[in-house]
């Protein structure tokens, strides 16, 4: 076996980097290639094309279609799942005996298929599937919300194949607790992302920031809270930035007197988060471990967050915890008539780079796959 071939099933194309799931999956892969892995990605592609980009990272790309048929919604397994099967795939890594890495419990159809027994197959999973469309369930109406719960459920009973890997690797602790009950081997792999260029603390300027993919229902929630709760606060400029936001968040946004950019390029949104003031994260959803929190703790700037957004992670520490309207405003208030010491910026970023060094944290990748079962 070489140990330095890699197959890497991605629930979807992790390029462009536009959202959680994709930079995590993009920034791993990119990392592994630079520690000389010759990596087999394969990609199930569903509307995001097939990027070039991809191509300089990797030996081989290879695409399959997302299934989706009505009748799926009706099998046992979970939709996101049954909807990501392919015999291609499973062809394509028995052509040798290279280590395989299921990029989401959404990749692991082939799991425990007996041709596989003998691999050394390791899952990364991004959160705790059932309890994520458990709370998308809580804010959806009519067939949506009764398709989020019966996911949700068969997520919960579907989640014991996980006992068929060598390896869990989970995204942060409490996810790791959770996981363990499958495999005792359950490691905590912290998101892969971007190194961000940390910036003078004098080039910060005064607005506060929200920024996220806007399209996706939780941040556009997040969102209108702070608009009809929170903002607008007077001298204070807010800043909104993300894609895809609905002609109702732009209207609601504009009549609060808060700028509002839509699909910003790579290059203006990390200009608008090096020199944001004030970060204001908000999320009702406690799973995972949201990027926009780890790239915002890489600047200069002040954090604001609802408890859900650092639940299960350390990264409490470098934030202001707020749990009410009137807590928000009184802290963003506060956070434009004051500055953070030197030093805790500094320590700051050193926690982040003792924790969130993409490169160093694969070595964790490296150390499971010279294992033997």
Same mark, same amino acid.
């Given at each position: 076996m070489d140990n330095k071939r890699l197959h890497i099933i991605a629930l979807d194309?992790?390029?462009p980097t536009d959202y959680g799931g994709a930079i995590d999956i993009y920034y791993r892969v990119k990392a592994?290639?630079?520690l000389g892995f010759k990596i087999q990605l394969h990609c199930y592609e569903y509307g995001r094309g097939t990027p070039s980009e991809l191509n300089d990272i990797t030996?081989?790309?290879?695409?399959?279609?997302? /299934? +989706?048929?009505?009748?799926?919604?009706?099998?046992?397994?979970p939709f996101i799942v049954q909807t990501r099967r392919s015999k291609l795939l499973l062809d394509r890594l028995l052509q040798d005996d290279s280590p395989i890495l299921f990029e989401g419990l959404h990749t692991t159809f082939h799991l425990k298929n007996p041709a596989l027994a003998s691999r050394n197959k390791i899952v990364r999973t991004h959160n705790i599937e059932h309890v994520y469309y458990h709370d998308l369930a809580k804010e959806a109406r009519g067939w /949506? +919300?009764?398709f989020f719960l019966n996911e949700s459920k068969k997520l919960k009973r579907y989640e014991s194949i996980l006992s068929h890997a060598n390896y869990i690797i989970s995204i942060k602790q409490e996810d790791q607790l959770h996981f363990s009950q499958y495999q005792k081997n359950t490691f905590v792999l912290p998101a892969s992302m971007k190194k961000l260029v940390?910036?003078?603390?004098?080039?910060k300027k005064d607005y506060a920031l929200f920024h996220g993919n806007l399209s996706v229902p939780e941040n556009e929630r997040s969102a209108k809270r702070l608009l009809n709760e929170v903002l607008p606060l007077s001298d204070v400029q807010v800043i909104l930035a993300g894609k895809n936001p609905s002609d109702e968040l732009i209207k609601l946004a504009e009549s609060k007197g808060v700028e509002i950019i839509p699909n910003p390029d790579q290059k203006t949104m990390d200009s608008l988060i090096q020199n944001a003031?004030?970060?204001l994260l908000s999320t009702d959803q406690s799973t995972g471990v949201k990027l926009k929190l780890l790239y915002s703790i890489m600047t200069y700037g002040q954090i604001i967050v609802s408890p859900?957004?650092?639940?299960?992670?350390s990264l409490d520490q470098w934030c202001n915890v707020v749990n009410s309207p009137a807590e928000w405003k009184e802290t963003i208030l506060e956070a434009f008539r004051t500055n953070i010491s030197t030093s805790v910026i500094e320590a700051r970023h050193q926690f982040m780079e003792e924790h969130f060094n993409t490169e160093v944290n694969c070595q964790l990748i490296i150390e499971l796959l010279s294992k033997q079962k």
């Open positions: 194309v992790p390029f592994l290639h630079k030996e081989n790309v290879y695409y399959y279609p997302r /299934k +989706k048929r009505s009748i799926d919604l009706f099998n046992s397994l /949506k +919300k009764s940390v910036i003078p603390s004098n080039a003031r004030v970060h859900e957004m650092t639940s299960g992670t």
